[in-house]
């Protein structure tokens, strides 16, 4: 089975961890919710998975989708042509999160998030500074536009394709339903809390 999922090579290491984990857990039946939240020794583990989808939700990313009609429409793209833009930007979005699967092994995980969430901090601060002058400058909306296609692509290099596998990798067998739970219910939640008050911070 592993040689038909990753061709043909030597992957004794992975085979012998896959069987360590199942050693491990000793034919353990998946734990739930209740007991993810209770176990002290998978706190870190939580906390860490906490912070991650936190930060995922408070990125920007939400904001930017929000916003990004009005930045085309104020670039000069006709709104007739602001759909096929928008189709550009969920297509640099599924290609970035493909690249980063080519690239999340030999950059390792804490290299595309710390880099990629520095790309999307500047292209955050220089894209409030275009939209404050883009009344000034005939070009300036139009970097607006490149800036909003930059953050996407390091959205989905960064975060957004480095967190789907991250559950697997820090929970063993047992706990990654329960994981896969928590990290659903805790993404909806922030997003509803986002939902609600971004409309008062506007």
Not at 58 to 78: D, E, H, Q, R
Not at 126 to 135: F, R
């Amino acid at each position: 089975a592993v040689r038909q999922l990753w061709g043909d090579g030597d992957h004794l290491a992975e085979i012998n961890d896959m069987m360590s984990e199942q050693r491990a857990i000793g034919g353990e039946k998946a734990k739930g919710v209740w007991d993810l939240l209770r176990d002290r020794a998978v706190r870190w583990q939580l906390i860490t998975l906490l912070l991650v989808v936190s930060c995922i939700q408070l990125v920007g990313a939400n904001v930017v989708y929000s916003y990004a009609y009005s930045i085309f429409t104020k670039a000069g793209i006709p709104p007739a042509q602001t759909h096929y833009v928008s189709l550009g930007i969920g297509t640099t979005e599924i290609l970035s999160t493909v690249l980063c699967g080519f690239l999340i092994e030999r950059a390792g995980r804490k290299t595309l998030l710390w880099k990629n969430y520095t790309v999307m901090a500047l292209a955050l601060g220089l894209l409030t500074v275009t939209l404050s002058l883009q009344d000034s400058f005939f070009w300036v909306p139009y970097c607006s536009v490149a800036l909003v296609f930059i953050f996407i692509m390091s959205f989905g290099i960064g975060p957004g394709g480095v967190v789907c596998p991250f559950i697997t990798e820090i929970f063993i067998q047992s706990y990654r339903p329960a994981a896969y739970v928590f990290n659903g219910v805790i993404n909806w939640i922030q997003l509803f809390i986002l939902g609600l008050v971004f409309p008062f911070i506007v």
